[in-house]
């Protein structure tokens, strides 16, 4: 059932692109920025189940946010906005906004929002490009630099309640484990999907090259064909000169057939 559930939703989302693009890049890159939100969204359930636990407000308003924001591009990506502007809007989304949830819950750097960095810095660089995910490490520089800034000099700057250091050391491993498990799930299907993608692209040029072979190699063989006709009747007739004349021939189009065999081209001769 969920199997069929995630079906559904990609043919509903990135369906129409899948059949427009004929760039094998360009779908593996479809294929993954789906997976990436659509992951995404199922990480917010055990966010949203600790936050309700903690009943740290702040928590569940900006996974709400969250939740809007990972939907918007998945209307977007459907509605045929370009998947490179939906990647790049996902990445800097999932950034920018447990950036804020980090910022509010007292400048907390723990991997419950670390790891969602990481995360979306690579999907950035696989997904988009160098450009796009300098930028968006620009970004995440400054705001660590902003809380080494406030916690050094022991600034006082507004913040709600977050969550205790026992709640921290309790939830981080939970969190942890998700986002390896979606990394693997994300990442591990799009290099998987790149490998079929080369192994269909390569099934098909053989296909090709051996269609091609066999077209030349049977104007080859009806060439000799003629050509055997044509010997044994200048045999039957005494006419020597033009006998050899067909048996190189004979021999040239031999030649020229081994080496589409060879090669997959004809020779120079």
């Known amino acids: ?35 990436y939100v659509f992951f995404h ?3 917010l359930i ?15 308003l900006l996974s709400t946010a969250f939740l809007v924001t990972l939907i918007s591009c998945l209307l977007l990506v459907r509605k045929g906005v370009p998947v490179k502007t939906i990647s790049i809007l ?34 950035c660089y696989i997904a988009t490009d160098i450009r796009a995910t300098l930028i968006l490490g620009g970004l995440l520089c400054g705001y660590l630099s902003l809380v080494a800034w406030i916690q050094v000099n022991h ?61 030349h190699l049977t104007k080859q063989f009806i060439i000799l064909k003629g050509l055997s006709r044509s010997g044994k009747s200048k045999y039957l007739d005494g006419n020597k000169e033009l006998l050899e004349a067909c048996l190189v021939e004979i021999e040239k189009q031999c030649e020229t057939a081994i080496s589409y065999l060879d090669n997959g081209t004809p020779s120079d001769n």
């Open 1 to 35: 059932m969920a199997l069929n559930t995630y079906r559904t939703i990609g043919n509903a989302v990135i369906g129409k692109v899948l059949h427009v693009t004929t760039d094998s890049k360009d779908r593996c890159n479809a294929r993954l920025l789906f997976d």
């Open 41 to 43: 969204l199922l990480l």
């Open 46 to 60: 055990p966010k949203y189940l600790i936050g309700l636990y903690t009943r740290n407000t702040t928590e569940l």
């Open 90 to 123: 996902a990445a800097f989304l999932t950034l920018i906004i447990p950036a804020a949830c980090s910022f509010l819950n007292s400048q907390d750097l723990s991997p419950r929002y670390s790891m969602v960095w990481i995360v979306s810095i690579l999907f």
């Open 155 to 215: 600034i006082s700057v507004y913040s709600t309640p977050g969550f205790t250091p026992e709640q921290s050391l309790t939830f981080n491993p939970i969190l942890t484990a998700f986002y390896i498990l979606f990394l693997i799930r994300v990442l591990g299907a799009h290099y998987k999907n790149i490998f079929i993608t080369e192994h269909e692209r390569t099934l098909q040029k053989q296909k090709q090259h051996s269609s091609l072979l066999s077209q």
